[in-house]
């Protein structure tokens, strides 16, 4: 359990960072994440090859450092996988008690949010307890996930790091993402 909140705690901030700033957005590929206008369990995975290192390094980091047992890393990053295919699923999770530190689907789907300013909260993936800590937590109804008012093609998704569609909102095609305003 240490290795998930201390990895989620790593994710957070690399994912803030991606959130608010055009280089990094576009660097990771998170945009070809945040297209999908329909989240299912199968979004936890899609993702830009470019941000598969992204999503590894703070468990990997994380085990290195502190000199982590392969099965503390397997069990953590099992936490992490289950954690994200659920709250990326749009299946009611929201679970009393948990909720305060798990991310919940409902807390999820509002990152997801084609509302760009909704979409800046709620970066952790799995332990949401740190947007209640640092101030990003949101909640809320969402109308509709996205980057936009239709879903780029696949290619299109591919292409993101280099060239958005002129129909996106993002951090990359604003000039200055302004921070989460609790």
């Not at 936490?79 to 994200?84: E, I, Q, R, S, Y």
């Not at 979409?119 to 101030?135: E, H, K, P, V």
Request: hydrophobic letters at 45%; charged letters at 10%.
């Amino acid at each position: 359990m240490l290795l998930f909140f201390a990895s989620e705690f790593i994710y957070y901030w690399i994912h803030r960072a991606i959130h608010a700033s055009s280089l990094f957005w576009r660097v990771s590929g998170h945009g070809f994440h945040h297209a999908y206008q329909n989240l299912h369990a199968l979004n936890s995975g899609a993702t830009h090859p470019l941000e598969v290192l992204f999503l590894a390094l703070p468990a990997l980091l994380i085990t290195a450092l502190f000199g982590g047992t392969a099965e503390a890393a397997a069990g953590a990053t099992t936490l992490l996988v289950v954690n994200a295919s659920i709250v990326h699923a749009n299946v009611h999770t929201d679970t009393p008690g948990l909720r305060w530190l798990v991310t919940s689907s409902a807390h999820h789907r509002r990152h997801h949010s084609a509302v760009f300013e909704d979409s800046n909260s709620n970066y952790s993936c799995n332990a949401i307890i740190w947007d209640r800590l640092f101030g990003t937590f949101s909640e809320g109804p969402v109308t509709q996930t996205g980057i936009g008012p239709h879903e780029p093609t696949f290619m299109q998704k591919l292409l993101l790091p280099v060239r958005e569609p002129v129909y996106v909102d993002t951090a990359a095609t604003r000039k200055h993402v302004a921070p989460h305003d609790g």
